[in-house]
């Protein structure tokens, strides 16, 4: 009996050729399309995604940055109070550092006798331990953001400053630039009169030193050593009664003595024009004379 031959599936040449492409060619390809495909598909996993696009521009960004600001584009400006959260209350909050304390009208008081345009410029130069503009860059924060905040916080503080006049649209970044000279021309008027305020929010008693006859102001006061007294009374006495903020205290000749070998030329113009905690004329706006007279008056009282 004759068996059918187990017939060899390959018989001819094409078969063979078929059956190498099936069995190799079939595979290859499927590899190749599953590599294809692991390649396209999201990886996700820790460390794999170094090369994405974000995160490749997260890498890239600290050198790669311009910020290219519309200078026409109107600028939305942070309110003092915004200012203040973001920036300023990392010191004055606390009073870190002997940072006047927000809301203490006794850490304040000295500080906004000095007038609000002097607290705006020292809060963007800087004094002490209080870094220019709170630390940060006139990018993030305007002059006139800066202003806000000092506004904000003196008011707190119990001063009653405006707010600094807001920044021409246009005038990108400087509320003190040129453009906003016509702001600042009529800012002067309200900083006179902020000033104004200021001295009596500081110095509870004076009633508006500008505009009253009794400190003098008349040429020659008739009598120097009254209008001396009234001013020292009305202004001075703030500080130099009880020797506030080290203040020379009045009729203590031991305080006055050091001050006194420098020659009376010079003990007046500290007297007008300020020295360190001294504000000029006292945060007052009385005339030169009466002030001079003021100083008689304490210096001959310590004599
Ligand atoms: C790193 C701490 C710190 C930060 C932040 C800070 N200040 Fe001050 N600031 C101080 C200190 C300290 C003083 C007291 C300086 C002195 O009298 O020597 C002060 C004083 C001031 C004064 C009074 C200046 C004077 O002439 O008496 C003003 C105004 C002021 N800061 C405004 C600001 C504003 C506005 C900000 C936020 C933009 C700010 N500060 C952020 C520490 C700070
Ligand atoms: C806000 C507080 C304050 C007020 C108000 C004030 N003073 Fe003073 N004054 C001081 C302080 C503080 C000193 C010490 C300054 C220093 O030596 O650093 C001082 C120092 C002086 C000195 C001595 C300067 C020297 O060292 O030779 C004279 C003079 C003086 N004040 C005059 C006046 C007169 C006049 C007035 C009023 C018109 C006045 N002060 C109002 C705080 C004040």
């Known amino acids: 009996m004759s068996e059918a031959p187990h017939g060899a599936p390959i018989k001819t040449p094409g078969q063979l050729i078929a059956a190498v492409i099936a069995g190799f060619a079939v595979p290859i390809v499927i590899i190749v ?19 994405s696009a974000q995160q490749v ?5 600290p050198i790669a940055q311009v910020n290219v600001r519309d200078a026409t584009a109107p600028r939305v400006y942070k309110t003092g ?11 004055h909050a606390s009073g870190a550092a002997g940072a006047p304390k927000f809301g203490n009208s006794g850490d304040w008081a000295p500080r906004i006798a000095q007038g609000y345009d002097t607290l705006w410029k020292t809060a963007l130069s800087g004094k002490g331990a209080m870094p220019p503009r ?12 800066i202003g806000l905040a000092v506004a904000y ?5 119990g001063a009653s400053f405006q707010d600094p006049p807001r920044p021409a649209p246009g005038a990108a970044n400087a509320a003190s630039g040129a453009a906003a000279a016509p702001a600042s021309e ?34 020659q006061s008739a009598d120097a050593s009254q209008a001396g007294k009234a001013l020292y009374q009305q202004v001075c006495q703030a500080c130099h009664a009880a020797g506030v903020l080290g203040a020379p205290k009045f009729g203590n000749k031991a305080d006055w003595a050091p001050r006194l070998k420098d020659p009376m030329d010079t003990v007046y113009n ?18 030169d004379a009466d002030v001079k007279a003021a100083v008689d008056y304490m210096v001959s009282a310590a004599k």
Do not use: F, W
């Open 33 to 51: 399309l599953l590599a294809y495909y692991v390649d396209n598909t999201t990886r996700t996993g820790a460390g794999t995604d170094e090369l």
């Open 57 to 61: 521009a997260a890498r890239i960004a």
């Open 81 to 91: 109070e915004q200012v203040y959260q973001a920036v300023c209350s990392a010191c």
């Open 134 to 145: 709170g630390g940060t860059s006139p990018d993030d924060y305007s002059d006139y953001e």
């Open 153 to 157: 916080m003196a008011n707190h503080g």
């Open 186 to 219: 009529a800012s002067g008027a309200d900083a006179n009169a902020a000033q104004a305020q200021a001295a009596a929010a500081a110095i509870a008693a004076i009633p508006q030193t500008a505009s009253a006859p009794a400190a003098g102001g008349g040429a």
């Open 270 to 287: 500290y007297a007008l024009h300020g020295k360190g905690q001294m504000p000029p004329k006292g945060g007052s706006s009385a005339s």
